[in-house]
């Protein structure tokens, strides 16, 4: 693969398919967040948790355990009419 890094061609594909990605990662990203925040409490756990990621460049798994403890704690409290599991 190395050899081909000098090969205009193959370098407009590489560009052109990392940005292909992250263009669909970002799609999705969006329409799962439009999906899963419903209230209040999702906003700010959302909000949150971009904070931390990019303020203290925390680990992912670290937050997503924070975050289900959160919810796992905060769903039976509020009981929100939004969340399709019933």
């Known amino acids: 693969m190395l050899r081909h890094w000098a090969n205009p061609n193959a370098l407009g594909f590489v560009k052109g398919a ?3 990605a ?3 990662i970002l799609g ?3 329409l799962l ?3 899963a925040i419903g209230d209040w409490l999702t906003v700010l756990i959302a909000a949150g948790s971009l904070g931390v990621l990019f303020r203290f460049k925390a680990s992912n798994p670290p937050l997503i355990d924070t975050t289900a403890i959160i919810g ?3 769903f039976p409290l509020l009981r929100p009419s939004w ?3 019933q």
């Open 28 to 30: 999705a990203s969006v």
């Open 72 to 74: 796992l704690i905060a």
């Open 22 to 24: 992250i263009g669909t």
């Open 33 to 35: 967040g439009r999906i």
């Open 83 to 85: 969340v399709f599991v």
């Open 18 to 20: 990392f940005g292909a």
